[in-house]
């Protein structure tokens, strides 16, 4: 690995690290003393990975130490594997690789060895394949024509006009955008009411690729808060009115990664804002069929009349990844200028995909309540599981989705996802989900893996968790040697 592996946008002066170190003196030689604070800084997440050091002269003056000193604490924190360094590059936080130290390397894990629980995602329900049979002997009737619906096809716009009708929003197919999934939909709709230096309200934290379309477009995301409680209202009508966004982008039900939903009564309020302010709020409604405890929440839309109000939906979540097909429903006046400019870079969603979605939906029922099943019991084993070998982190267990937030009680959440895999288990770290810096005290853990394999990724944390030198008061311990594996 080399600096040039770890690309980072995060650089600390010499004046903030001495603030970060804090008391580090001890007895002894002042070049371990101050390796030592280092490391622990770096093991507790107040040192963030991927960070760049100042320089050696810099940080010398900076804490009151000789270039001599600072030299040898680098020089030793990168021989166990904590810094690297490169001509040019500077020097950077990470973390050690197996088999520094003259230890012997375990034997390296396989891909199938490792438990990726980056992607939330469900694998597919037993009706796929039925509904791609019948979908191939749908598909003949197509074949004379070009391929292309820049709109989507006629009955899958109509198949998900009729379910938002029947979850009582009103809606016809001229409201329907079939999109090239969900994420496609969220790019449509940021770049077309977004530009370079335009603000955009996202929640905080909140799912990451929509964070990505933000920034792809040049656009600034605007973070409120939202947390176990909800969104904060105030400060999401302050935010509205002060910064006045181009929209906003919200995940009212089971959001990703909380698990929380706006209450019917914010959902009122949020689309009062809406109006008022002039304001487009997109609700991401991907994981709305994934209510796993009680009663599904309020259709996000209301009644359907606002135009001030899109939402989006998505055949990935509820259905299989593999169907890359989503959608916007929204005014028919907006639909029409998405499908313009959608067809820019995509002139249609496959087709026999379309197909196989419209299949689905017309089973949806069917199909849910199995795909709920399942779900409810892995998230109980995951939060069981968790409660037996990892009894001091804090889980909030949601009422539906496809993950747990989990509270670490310590902000080392990048650490431990740098080194999770090493243990055979792979978890995207809080700040990944954050609109700003911070979340380092969490981690989203989804359970969408079969039983056996969520047992080994909690065994997995479990051990990389032990790994990280933690002693029982939540210190990272001086000389963390089980990190050298």
């Known amino acids: 690995m080399s600096v040039d592996d770890l690309p980072t946008d995060r650089r600390v002066s010499g004046q903030r690290l001495r603030t970060v170190l804090g008391a580090w003196e001890r007895p002894g030689p002042a070049y371990a003393a101050l390796a030592d604070g280092l490391r622990a800084a770096v093991l507790s997440g107040r ?157 905080h934290p909140t799912y990451p690729h929509a964070l990505d379309a933000v920034r792809a477009a040049a656009a600034r995301p605007v973070a409120v808060p939202s947390g176990p409680d909800g969104l904060d209202l105030e400060l999401f009508a302050s935010t509205l009115r002060q910064a006045a966004p181009r929209l906003a982008y919200l995940i009212p039900d089971h959001r990703n990664p909380t698990g929380t939903s706006l209450t019917a009564e914010t959902r009122v309020r949020v689309r009062e804002l809406a109006t008022r302010t002039r304001t487009l709020v997109v609700g991401d409604e991907a994981l709305s069929d994934l209510t796993l405890d009680g009663t599904p929440p309020p259709p996000f839309a209301g009644d359907g009349t606002d135009a001030a109000v899109a939402c989006i939906g998505s055949a990935s979540k509820t259905f299989w990844g593999g169907l890359r097909i989503g959608w916007v429903r929204a005014h028919r006046d907006l639909v029409g200028r998405l499908t313009t400019q959608r067809s820019h870079v995509d002139i249609g969603s496959s087709v026999i995909d379309q197909l196989v979605v419209v299949r689905l939906l017309d089973r949806l029922d069917a199909v849910l309540p199995q795909r709920r099943a399942e779900l409810r019991d892995r998230r109980d084993l995951v939060v069981g599981l968790l409660a037996q070998r990892l009894p001091d982190w804090r889980v909030e267990v949601p009422a539906g989705g496809l993950s747990l937030w989990v509270d670490l009680g310590l902000p080392v959440s990048s650490a431990l996802a740098a080194l999770a895999p090493r243990h055979g288990v792979r978890v995207a770290p809080g700040p990944a ?29 479990a051990r990389a968790w032990t790994d990280l030198g933690l002693d029982a008061g939540g210190d990272v311990r001086a000389e963390p040697a089980s990190l050298v594996v």
Not at 116 to 134: C, F, K, M, Y
Not at 444 to 451: D, L, Q, V
């Open 47 to 203: 040192l963030p990975l991927r960070t760049r050091l100042p320089s050696e002269r810099e940080l010398a003056e900076a804490v009151g130490v000789s270039r001599t000193t600072t030299t040898a604490a680098y020089d030793a924190l990168r021989d166990e594997g904590y810094l690297l360094s490169r001509r040019g590059s500077g020097t950077v936080t990470t973390l050690p690789d197996r088999g520094t130290a003259g230890r012997e390397a375990p034997d390296p894990l396989t891909p199938h060895d490792v438990v990726d629980l980056t992607i939330a995602a469900p694998a597919a329900p037993p009706a796929l394949h039925d509904a791609v049979v019948e979908a191939l002997d749908l598909l003949p009737r197509h074949l004379p024509g070009t391929g292309y619906a820049p709109g989507g096809l006629p009955e899958l716009r109509a198949a998900v006009a009729a379910r938002y009708t029947a979850r009582g929003v009103p809606t016809t197919p001229d409201q329907v955008l079939v999109t090239t999934g969900g994420q496609e939909a969220i790019h449509l709709l940021v770049t077309a009411h977004a530009g370079p230096g335009d603000r955009v309200l996202v929640e």
């Open 433 to 461: 989900f954050g609109a700003e810096a911070g979340l380092e005290r969490h981690l989203r853990i989804p359970f969408t893996e079969p039983p056996e394999r969520l047992v080994r990724a909690v065994d997995g944390l």
